[in-house]
């Protein structure tokens, strides 16, 4: 089955800087997303993108599929921004492969 | 509104019980899933349903029965529950393309 890496695992950041996230994946996909999980657990939806570019707010998301890889970009974080950002895709078996999550902390 | 709702939120019981998770979703979608979320934080797809048809039955013991009584509803039976089976399941449903979860149960067992 696909594989599906990211990083960094563990990021530490203060309020206001910026960070990219990077999400590697070993076959082409159908569907990717970038999601958020909050202290609390929830998975939020960040963004639905099997190709090219999106932004919402101070997030923003580029998937280069011919090159097998996405990044999401994080500016002027917030510590609301903590948590575990996951990629997820799906190859065409119709149903998401995760990769194993970025862990951010954002401190004030 | 609620797109995907799971019920219950937390579920604490003993080994050897036999519980359930009931999921709904209000999307209109054709698919559902249920999704295991270990200590470790990694999340894997164990069910998916298709207008209440199983497509998706990965590695799962067979003390985990999906059911779907029909395309808004997916519910998880587990029988004789394990120690390791303490995990947050998600519930998620799609059209094809994004994929929404709802907030997860929290299954303990002790």
Redesign the interface.
């Known amino acids: 089955g696909i594989q599906v890496e990211q990083s960094p695992p563990d990021l530490i950041l203060q309020e206001g800087a910026n960070s990219t996230l990077r999400c590697n994946f070993s076959d082409s996909v159908n569907n990717l997303q970038w999601f958020h999980q909050n202290p609390w657990g929830q998975l939020i939806n960040l963004f639905y993108i099997p190709s090219g570019t999106k932004q919402n707010g101070r997030l923003s998301a580029t998937t280069v599929a011919t090159e097998r890889y996405s990044l999401l970009y994080i500016s002027s974080s917030q510590t609301t921004d903590s948590g575990v950002y996951f990629c997820a895709m799906d190859t065409g078996r119709r149903a998401l492969t995760f990769g194993s999550g970025t862990r951010l902390q954002v401190q004030p | 509104d609620t797109a995907v709702s799971q019920t219950p939120k937390y579920l604490v019981t003993q080994m050897g019980n036999d519980k359930s998770i009931k999921c709904e979703q209000n999307l209109g979608h054709d698919?559902m899933?249920w999704?295991k979320q270990d200590s470790?934080?990694?999340?894997?797809?164990m069910f998916?349903y298709?207008n209440k048809e199983l497509?998706?039955n990965e590695t799962v013991p067979n003390r985990f029965s999906p059911k779907s009584p029909d395309k808004a509803h997916l519910n998880l039976h587990i029988n004789s529950l394990e120690l390791g089976d303490s995990a947050?399941y998600?519930c998620?449903s799609s059209q094809?393309?994004?994929?929404?979860?709802g907030?997860?149960t929290?299954l303990t067992v002790v």
């Not at chain 2, 470790?40 to 797809?45: N, Q, S, Y």
């Not at chain 2, 094809?96 to 979860?101: D, K, N, P, S, V």
């Open positions: 698919t899933y999704y470790k934080k990694f999340l894997k797809i998916s298709n497509i998706i947050v998600f998620a094809g393309q994004e994929a929404f979860f907030q997860g929290r």
